[in-house]
């Protein structure tokens, strides 16, 4: 089987961590069977430099021939974020109507969270994000401008069909894991938006009624997170409220340096792109420092997501290994390794 996977490195350690997932990704097609041919794009923040675009105007139909995309991370200072994450990431899951971003977070040996210490069994959830619509969205503006009664507004727009169908995935998920869901809710501050999700989170639950249902304000959720995080399994979010519970489910986890996600489209109708849930990293950008296992494990997800559930466990193992050993840590992980130590330690355990 040959698969033809897509390859938009991006920006700062989006980079340095891309080429260690393709090196792990190549090392489990040679060992399982499968070849991948890769294509790479070099849309970033440099090009936009350049060209004054991240991506050429046919970006999306060019990506849309390919099984998967495995993507670095977007943004860079220079380059305003809106214009940068509005020009390459936001259009592509939009495109390929990957309106789920799944985020799975696992206690991983190696880890220095506050949870550390805690076992595996105690520490397992996924953040399935709305990835299409909500609070993410280019509706509104300024008005008054200039003037002392200068204000913005900015709009969410969540639809029936939007809203339910990830509410769905999300019902569906937990049954796969014999697990329960939590919504991710805030209807007592906002009124149009969370009331009506709450409405529909209700009427899917009641076609799940073997899969226990509770929603959960997002404040509180957050804190329940760090400190009863056994009582959490599959978490179902809007836009924002998801992506900003799975930093916080990265950092109890092990930080961003290990948090894998993938933005899929369900039908199959359309490409699913796989990333680490962090971002280009400015700080640490070109000092080859990066944790690469939020990308691997992302690399991983992505073979899953083809069908190559093996290769994807033996990914998963591999990493577990290596962080349990201990030799090749990455500074974020209390150690000295670089990112190349790492991702070639990863690729050797693999071998
Ligand atoms: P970030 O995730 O890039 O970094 C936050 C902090 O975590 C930094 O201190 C960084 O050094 C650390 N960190 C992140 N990944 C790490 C890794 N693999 N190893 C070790 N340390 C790691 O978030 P930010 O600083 O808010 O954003 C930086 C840029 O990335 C912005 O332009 C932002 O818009 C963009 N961004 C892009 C994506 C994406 O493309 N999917 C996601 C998030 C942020
Ligand atoms: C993520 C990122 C993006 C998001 C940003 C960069 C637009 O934070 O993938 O989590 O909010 O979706
Ligand atoms: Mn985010």
Redesign the pocket.
């Known amino acids: 089987m040959n698969y033809r996977i897509a390859s938009i490195p991006g920006d700062g350690i989006g980079t340095d961590v891309t080429i260690e997932a393709r090196k792990v990704l190549d090392t489990a097609a040679a060992k399982y069977g499968f070849s991948l041919s890769w294509q790479e794009f070099d849309w970033s923040c440099e090009r936009y430099a350049k060209s004054g675009s991240m991506m050429p105007d046919d970006g999306v139909e060019q990506l849309s021939e390919f099984d998967g995309i495995l993507l670095g991370a977007?943004?860079f200072p220079g380059v305003p974020?809106h214009v940068s994450?509005w020009g390459l990431?936001?259009p592509l899951r939009r495109a390929f109507q990957q309106y789920v971003?799944l985020r799975p977070v696992r206690l991983l040996p190696g880890t220095t969270s506050a949870l550390a210490g805690r076992t595996a069994d105690e520490l397992e959830m996924v953040i399935v994000r709305e990835n299409s619509e909500g609070e993410?969205s280019a509706i509104g503006g300024r008005h008054n401008a200039g003037r002392p009664d200068e204000f913005v507004l900015q709009e969410s727009v969540f639809t029936r069909v939007g809203v339910e169908r990830i509410i769905r995935y999300a019902f569906e998920l937990a049954r796969t894991r014999s697990g329960h869901v939590t919504s991710a809710t805030k209807s007592n501050g906002l009124i149009h938006s969370m009331p009506y999700w709450d409405e529909i989170f209700a009427e899917v639950a009641a076609r799940y009624p073997d899969v226990p249902a509770q929603q959960c304000h997002v404040d509180a959720l957050a804190a329940r997170m760090v400190q009863a995080p056994d009582r959490i399994d599959v978490v179902v979010a809007s836009?924002l409220f998801g992506?900003v519970l799975?930093?916080l489910a990265a950092a109890v986890t092990g930080g961003l340096g290990m948090a894998p996600?993938g933005n899929i489209n369900p039908s199959g109708e359309f490409p699913s792109m796989f990333?680490a849930?962090h971002?280009s990293a400015p700080d640490i950008a070109g000092q080859g420092i990066a944790n690469p296992v939020a990308q691997i494990l992302a690399a991983a997800m992505l073979l899953e997501h083809l069908g190559e559930t093996v290769a994807a466990q033996a990914i998963r193992t591999s990493v577990d290994e290596v962080l349990t050993a201990g030799s090749a840590r990455t500074p974020d992980l209390g150690g000295t390794a670089t990112t190349t130590a790492l991702g070639t330690a990863v690729a050797e355990t693999l071998r």
Do not use: F
Request: glycine share 12%.
């Open positions: 977007v943004g974020d994450l990431l936001i971003n993410y836009n992506d799975s930093d996600s990333e849930v971002g």
